[in-house]
């Protein structure tokens, strides 16, 4: 946990829970995954700015490995000051008995989660990646673990479909929301950053075009030449990248070239930023503002390790 700003915030909610786990931030929330002794796994929605906690039950997917996504569910919000109010948790999981790819959606105001769907074409790959999803309007989408296959979730019709990525030489790539709205993915690969987004082109298909290239010699430092790059998160709005070396984590701004060493070396899987706005007037604690042209924000980081 790297709070990078002076504000207060609640503490991290693990002392009561035998295991936690942190899988998404977004639009004022954290979702963690959490067990107690005496009620087993369950889903937590917490702020960390007021302090609000919403358990969730566990959902009944039999899952090997599994990503989730928390998002406000209420209709025309900007999500500039989500504290309360209804959410919406996007569970996708690899189902360990019929080895399907399925998702469901749990919803604060019914109470319950949907009846799970699953993915009808195959990817040639099975497992999925835990690590942070991209939101789009309402689609929402993750990424599998060995091909780098993209899977979409569409909230509106409730499927699920695959986007393949661009054939490269990559371990892993993180899905980011582009300046122009559409979907785009970082990678690392000879020491270099690609930035990839997602166009429509004059027929109407989509295609993938290597957008940016970043050449990261001199630029983040390594421990030494065999040193693994990987990049880590992004932080939406904000055009923060998050990658990791063997001398810690660091946080690169994209328009400026800026970087900035925010972790302590270690093995770096998925950072999570958190980030909330404040609203003048009220109880609400700082959690990021806008000063001399840089945003300040929280960012909460959880060294996760490759649970396969």
């Not at 790959?125 to 690590?131: A, I, K, L, S």
């Not at 109880?283 to 060294?303: E, G, P």
Request: net charge negative.
């Amino acid at each position: 946990l790297a709070p990078t700003t002076a504000a207060p915030f609640f503490p991290y909610p693990n002392c009561e829970y035998s295991e936690s786990e942190a899988l998404d931030c977004r639009h004022g929330r954290v979702l963690l995954y959490v067990r107690s002794e005496e009620k087993g796994w369950s889903f937590l929605v917490w702020d960390p700015v007021t302090g609000d906690r919403q358990q969730v039950p566990d959902v009944c997917i039999s899952s090997v490995i599994y990503t989730a996504a928390v998002i406000c569910a209420v209709s025309g919000c900007d999500h500039l000051d989500c504290h309360g109010g209804p959410f919406r948790v996007v569970f996708l999981a690899s189902d360990n008995k019929d080895v399907l790819i399925k998702a469901s959606v749990y919803s604060s105001e019914t109470g319950a989660w949907s009846v799970p769907v699953c993915l009808a074409e195959s990817s040639g790959e099975t497992f999925v990646q835990p690590r942070r999803a991209a939101l789009i309007g309402d689609d929402i989408y993750f990424v599998l673990r060995l091909d780098n296959a993209i899977i979409k979730y569409d909230s509106g019709k409730n499927c699920l479909s695959v986007i393949n990525p661009p054939k490269m030489r990559s371990c892993y790539i993180t899905l980011m929301v582009m300046e122009d709205s559409s979907l785009g993915f970082a990678c690392i690969r000879s020491s270099s950053l690609y930035l990839w987004s997602r166009k429509v082109n004059s027929s109407g298909a989509a295609e993938w075009v290597q957008c940016r290239v970043i050449e990261l010699d001199g630029m983040v430092p390594i421990a030494n030449p065999d040193d693994k790059q990987r990049v880590a998160g992004f932080a939406e709005g904000v055009g923060i990248i998050f990658m990791s070396t063997g001398v810690g984590l660091f946080m690169i701004k994209l328009n400026s070239g800026r970087v900035r060493k925010v972790g302590e070396p270690g093995f770096y899987f998925s950072v999570l930023p958190y980030m909330s706005f404040y609203t003048p007037g009220t109880i609400l604690d700082l959690a990021y503002v806008l000063s001399h042209a840089f945003y300040r924000l929280y960012m909460f980081v959880w060294q996760i390790l490759v649970p396969y």
